[in-house]
């Protein structure tokens, strides 16, 4: 577990924002960092639906992004989870986007109580 930074970038305090909300209403709020250069509907064939499918009753996937690099090539992307059970959240997270191929370099980014960089394998 690593701890906030102290400078959070524009990314990172959306993410804190969404993370302290889910925390209001008992829910537990993940980043997954996917590098990979996938668009709205590639990121969503391949990771979203799978893992909203996967996640059933557990959660969702609230949202996704791509960010683009200064040459405008996609530099990354990533998926908001929310899920009701931190550790059985995590568990599906992790066998769902393994399953469907995602880089050995994927993170999962937890935001609340603190920050941490939670490996996907």
Do not use: W
Request: a negative charge; hydrophobic letters at 35%; one cysteine or more.
């Amino acid at each position: 577990m690593g701890k906030m930074p102290e400078k959070l970038d524009s990314r990172q305090e959306v993410m804190h924002g969404l993370a302290e909300a889910a925390a209001e209403r008992g829910r537990h709020f993940f980043y997954v960092l996917l590098h990979e250069p996938l668009g709205p509907i590639d990121r969503g064939d391949k990771y979203e639906g799978p893992l909203n499918d996967a996640l059933g009753e557990l959660g969702e996937v609230t949202g996704g992004g791509s960010q683009l690099a200064e040459d405008d090539t996609i530099a990354f992307c990533g998926i908001d989870v929310v899920v009701s059970h931190r550790e059985r959240g995590l568990k599906v997270i992790r066998q769902c986007l393994r399953s469907c191929g995602a880089p050995s370099d994927t993170t999962i980014e937890e935001y609340v109580p603190e920050f941490a960089e939670l490996p996907l394998y």
